[in-house]
């Protein structure tokens, strides 16, 4: 009895609202969509530096032959200076900082990078002795780069240290204000929704006054009086969600499934089941938001 | 069952008070008129009474309970022991009859079967059975006040309050609607009823509580309406 009533009640409220309804399922929607769109963005970086900073390595470049660099006078590194740089690796100064070394020679990189750019005209130009040798180094924690690039740095021999990590921490930080600002347009968005539902409860309970004066009369006790309000806004507000995830599930199969992650293979992505994980943090929101509005709207509205 | 002792209630810091250091004891099944004229504190004391206005000072105690310390979430289990009717009836404009006075047993949660036979018993009482199927606008002054009795009354309070019940009634209607409220009362209901209609508190002979400006001023029992009107 009481449940069915208070559904008639709700499917009342939201057909006499219709218009408030439409605008609150839109603004949630739009600023859940913002709110989802941070969060993939987030994960996207988190994504990426765990793939990334496996791989990345330290790079000490050997001298070739003709480098203006000083430590390069003698001309292209020599045997003897290889294998200071060996010792000084392994010595117990750097040796626990570093997992792996890997000596890259020139012949070696060459063939490295003919079958990388495999089929590229201006990559045919290039012969062998266009390439440096270098060390390759992987780090155990790839944060202490600086340590391992200062005792290199300058070394007789080493024309250049090169931490990958710089090039990707210019994207990240590309990324991570991307997502700064799409939260801060969330905030934004959330507020207006926030005032729309608060809005939309008002007229609601308005429209209603008749009814809940006489509830009021005849004892109906407050929860049951405000309920079908709340309900209200918390189901505007969890279809305005749904919608959200059904926007971003879309976004991201159709711009990134089915077309970026086509074309740059290289990298991993966020995917549909990153949505799907998104999901209950977006409903949530939702239903604090609608909390919080009928809360405010009906303490000040609806004395008993 | 309505116990009033010294009670104030001013509105506005100030102002006169609307019931001035008022005291009376109304008994279990009592039929009582509150007359007066306008802004003598009628309407206010009875508002007093369903705690929709808290006294300035002074204690009330209606049903058992001491309305100056009733909390908030008690308010709806007092509401459910009183029914309140009014001058300008507070129906539902598109509910039907049934759905009016069903509505006031859905909101306190009453199951359905119990409404499917207590409504259609409570509208034959209060006279409106076959039209239990119209709306308040198909209904003459008299028929809509009776679906208000039958609405204040189908939840069996102890109590029942009437605010000019009679006020936007003709005098024949008005007889109707008396002769209704007295069986109310046969059936053990307290009844108070803030009036201005002379005739009718000439001719039912019942207790009067007259109030002049805030303040009780005659408390008679087999009254009449008086000479201050």
Same mark, same amino acid.
């Given at each position: ?26 603004? &949630? ?9 941070? +969060? ?16 990345? /390595? ?17 001309? /292209? ?8 740089? /060996? ?102 968005? *959330? ?11 008002? *007229? ?14 005849? +004892? ?12 209200? +806004? ?22 990134? &499934?089915?077309?970026?992650?086509? /074309? ?32 405010? &709207? ?7 | 069952?309505? %116990? ?74 007092? %509401? ?12 539902? #404009? ?22 499917? =036979? ?21 209904? $003459? ?16 309070? #102890? ?5 000019? #019940? ?5 005098? =024949? =209607? $008005? ?7 007295? %069986?109310?009362? %046969? ?39 008086? $000479?201050?009107?």
């Amino acid at each position: 009895m009481r449940a069915q009533f208070i559904l008639s009640e709700i499917g009342i409220g939201l057909r006499r609202n219709l218009s408030m309804t439409v605008s609150v399922i839109l603004v &949630t929607f739009i600023s859940l969509t913002f709110v989802g769109a941070a +969060g993939l963005l987030q994960l996207q970086v988190s994504k990426l530096k765990d793939d990334w900073y496996g791989k990345v /390595e330290v790079s000490a470049f050997l001298c070739p032959t003709g480098s203006a660099k000083a430590q390069c006078a003698a001309g /292209e590194a020599s045997e003897e200076q290889i294998a200071d740089i /060996e010792a000084l690796l392994d010595s117990p100064e750097l040796a626990p900082q570093i997992e792996q070394v890997y000596f890259e020679t020139k012949a070696e990189a060459y063939a490295s990078f003919q079958e990388y750019f495999a089929g590229m005209e201006w990559a045919e130009m290039i012969r062998e002795e266009d390439l440096q040798a270098s060390f390759r180094i992987k780090l155990v924690d790839a944060e202490n780069y600086q340590v391992v690039s200062d005792v290199l740095s300058g070394r007789p021999g080493i024309e250049s240290v090169e931490d990958q990590r710089k090039i990707f921490d210019t994207l990240f930080l590309v990324l991570n204000r991307a997502s700064v600002m799409t939260v801060g347009l969330a905030a934004l968005m *959330l507020l207006a929704a926030v005032l729309l539902i608060t809005t939309t409860i008002r *007229l609601s309970a308005l429209s209603r006054r008749r009814e809940t004066g006489i509830m009021r009369l005849v +004892g109906a006790s407050n929860l049951f009086i405000q309920l079908p309000f709340m309900l209200e +806004g918390a189901i505007a507000a969890t279809i305005g969600a749904l919608a959200s995830v059904a926007g971003l599930w879309l976004g991201v199969r159709y711009l990134i &499934t089915d077309w970026l992650a086509q /074309e740059v293979v290289w990298v991993p992505l966020v995917q549909e089941s990153d949505v799907l994980a998104l999901a209950p943090l977006l409903l949530g929101v939702a239903v604090l938001l609608a909390a919080i509005s009928s809360l405010v &709207t009906l303490n000040r509205y609806m004395k008993v | 069952m309505i %116990r009033l002792e010294n009670v104030t209630k001013v509105y506005a810091r100030g102002a006169r008070p609307a019931v001035d250091a008022v005291s009376m004891e109304i008994e279990r099944g009592e039929f009582v008129f509150l007359v007066g004229a306008s802004g003598s504190g009628k309407s206010t004391l009875l508002r007093l009474m369903l705690r929709e206005e808290r006294p300035t000072s002074g204690k009330i105690l209606v049903a058992g309970k001491d309305l100056s310390t009733l909390s908030n979430w008690k308010v709806p289990a007092l %509401r459910r022991q009183i029914g309140a009717v009014f001058q300008d009836f507070r129906l539902l #404009p598109n509910k039907t009859v049934f759905e009016n006075v069903a509505f006031a047993l859905q909101v306190i949660g009453k199951p359905r079967h119990h409404i499917a =036979t207590v409504v259609p018993d409570t509208l034959e009482m209060v006279g409106l059975g076959g039209k239990e199927k119209r709306r308040p606008h198909e209904l $003459s002054g008299g028929e809509q006040q009776r679906v208000a009795i039958a609405r204040a009354f189908v939840n069996r309070p #102890p109590i029942l309050l009437c605010d000019e #019940p009679t006020g936007n009634l003709d005098p =024949t =209607t $008005s007889l109707g609607i008396m002769r209704l409220l007295d %069986r109310i009362n %046969r059936t053990g209901t307290t009844v108070v009823m803030a009036t201005h209609d002379d005739e009718i508190v000439d001719q039912m002979r019942k207790r009067v509580l007259e109030l002049a400006t805030g303040e009780l001023i005659r408390d008679q029992h087999r009254g009449v309406y008086g $000479s201050t009107r």
